[in-house]
């Protein structure tokens, strides 16, 4: 379908992931000139916005109300508004609301705007000392321990490190998870609060790992990053 030439526009904005610095001046420009922003969190991002002195209108665009608010959003677009798409933190569509919204756009003839930027997932690959020449992403791991057990085994048959995102108060049993379903020998890293303040990477053998923090309470964001291949060296 060709684009519609009264059309508005869709940016796709990827914003920082701790530090308010790690952005850059095409994504601030974009925030400042769009029309409307819809963000994860509209508390989050204003904290974003205030700091650039950006005064743009804020919508919620979450999990939750996305089908709902997506057709809307390109209704308003196709009307000559410019939307810019925002998460709490990274880029939109990496484990965020995002990927439906491009998805549509693209169906109805709009076609996005990415503004790339900073993304946990990148730093973490990068960070963690592992060979990233080829890896694969995981996202989340699901919660229910059959479709888990599943996910670990094929995460055990990878030949490529592997990257994972993790809730903080589930870290500890997803380390225990890969040390006994791929091997204590497993080199992992666990990147936590990438570019804040309280920044660690904890790198080593998975069974090393799980000693060095035995007993601490997880807190902040979690990325893991796994060379499966490592447990048979």
Excluded at 2 to 9: A, H, Q
Excluded at 44 to 60: F, G, P
Excluded at 143 to 149: A, D, E, I, T
Excluded at 224 to 230: A, G, I, N
């Amino acid at each position: 379908m060709t684009e519609n030439v009264n059309s508005g526009k869709l940016y796709i904005v990827s914003t920082p992931i701790g530090n308010l610095e790690d952005i850059t001046l095409r994504a601030l420009r974009v925030l400042k000139e769009s029309d409307l922003i819809a963000a994860e969190d509209t508390r989050h991002t204003r904290i974003l916005l205030k700091h650039y002195q950006i005064s743009t209108r804020l919508i919620s665009y979450h999990a939750f109300n996305e089908h709902r608010k997506t057709a809307e959003l390109l209704e308003q677009i196709s009307g000559g508004m410019k939307v810019a798409v925002v998460s709490d933190a990274g880029t939109p569509g990496i484990a965020d609301p995002g990927f439906l919204f491009v998805r549509e756009a693209v169906k109805a003839g709009i076609e996005p705007e990415i503004i790339p930027g900073v993304s946990s997932l990148t730093f973490a690959a990068v960070a963690s000392g592992l060979p990233i020449d080829k890896f694969i992403f995981y996202g989340f791991l699901p919660v229910k321990s059959g479709r888990r057990g599943e996910a670990i085994k094929q995460i055990a048959a990878e030949t490529k490190t592997c990257v994972i995102f993790e809730s903080p108060h589930r870290m500890e049993k997803l380390l225990n998870e890969i040390n006994a379903g791929i091997g204590a020998e497993t080199k992992v890293a666990v990147v936590r609060e990438a570019t804040k303040m309280f920044e660690e990477v904890t790198r080593g053998p998975v069974s090393e790992v799980i000693q060095k923090t035995s007993g601490r309470k997880w807190k902040g964001e979690c990325v893991l990053v796994v060379s499966p291949c490592s447990a048979i060296e």
